[in-house]
């Protein structure tokens, strides 16, 4: 094979242009990086209208004081249990004719109690802001099983504490 059969096969390339660069556009007065403004982010603050009236508000707080006191008498006595227990004696006479699975009835109640006295601050809390009727009727439901020192007094300040939550619906705000 020669020259000249090799080059009939190929095509000539095709003419090379020279073409000038285009200017770079003016410089603008914005940052090089994009600079988000604060108010980009900030959310739309609602309006609120004119609110509804409550009215006078002391059933709410004489339900919350009640509650409150309900729990707080309930943690009373059970600190008071912790610090002075029973000497060994008297429990075995206490529990002398009792079955065993009354006994573990008594202590899972027990139980029970410091739980809902936790429950019973916080809807007496609740209430007496006004701030949650329904977890302020739930707490109310579990302060009915506080015990106190004489074992009913909490119970009955959580009973009045409920009824007056029932009492006062329209001065909570949901």
Known sequence: MD??????????????????????P?????PAAWVPRPEDF?????????????????????AGICMFLAGAIGIAGSVFSVLFPLSDAELAN???GIDPATLTLIYVCGLASVYAQAFAVLG????????????????????????GFVFIESSVLGGIGLLLVFLARREFVS
């Open 42 to 62: 900030e959310r739309p603050v609602a309006r609120e209208g004119p609110s509804l009236p409550r009215g006078p508000r002391s059933l709410s707080k004489a």
């Open 3 to 24: 020259d000249a059969e090799r080059l009939k096969g190929r095509s000539d390339p095709p003419p090379i242009e020279w073409v000038r660069p285009e200017p770079p």
């Open 94 to 96: 206490l529990t002398a």
């Open 26 to 30: 003016p410089l603008s007065p914005s």
């Open 124 to 147: 007496g809390i609740l209430a007496f802001q006004g701030a949650n009727w329904k977890l302020a009727v739930l707490c109310g439901f579990a302060s009915l099983l506080t015990i």
